[in-house]
């Protein structure tokens, strides 16, 4: 998905995680035009016992680096070494709960951790 511009506002949009997969070729991360992921919490599932996402902007702690600790918490994992985005369904170190959401990318560049962390809101 790419806007070609990098002035304007996108906001991703997930209704649940089969929709996922997609490659985001220019993530905005900087400034008062910065882009959003925004994610629907009734298609994103909790499952195994961990806690549902909850509506507004996720805390750091369920938005980690991809070998990060969310607990017993549904979230999100992010490699910033591939840009790929999973969600992580059951909040253990396993495999087993998760799925990709994007791959994001800002041009050649990788977005950091903290960009990611500060873009994704549950409706």
Same mark, same amino acid.
């Given at each position: 998905l790419t806007s070609g511009n990098k002035s304007d506002r996108d906001t991703f949009v997930y209704g649940n995680i089969v929709?996922?997969?997609?490659?985001?070729?220019?993530?905005?991360?900087?400034g008062p035009t910065k882009d959003k992921f925004r994610i629907a919490a009734s298609g994103f599932a909790a499952t +195994?016992? @961990?806690?549902?996402? /909850?509506?507004?902007?996720?805390?750091n702690s369920k938005v980690v680096g991809i070998n990060g600790n969310l607990g017993s918490s549904a979230g999100f994992r992010y490699n910033q070494a591939n840009g790929k985005l999973f969600f992580d369904s059951d909040g253990s170190n396993r495999l087993s +709960?998760? @799925?990709?959401?994007? /791959?994001?990318?800002?041009?050649?560049s990788a977005v950091s951790l903290s960009a990611i962390q500060n873009s994704i809101f549950v409706a």
């Open positions: 929709q996922g997969g997609d490659l985001i070729t220019d993530f905005d991360r900087t +195994g016992g @961990a806690s549902a996402l /909850t509506a507004g902007k996720l805390p +709960g998760l @799925a990709l959401l994007a /791959t994001v990318r800002d041009g050649g």
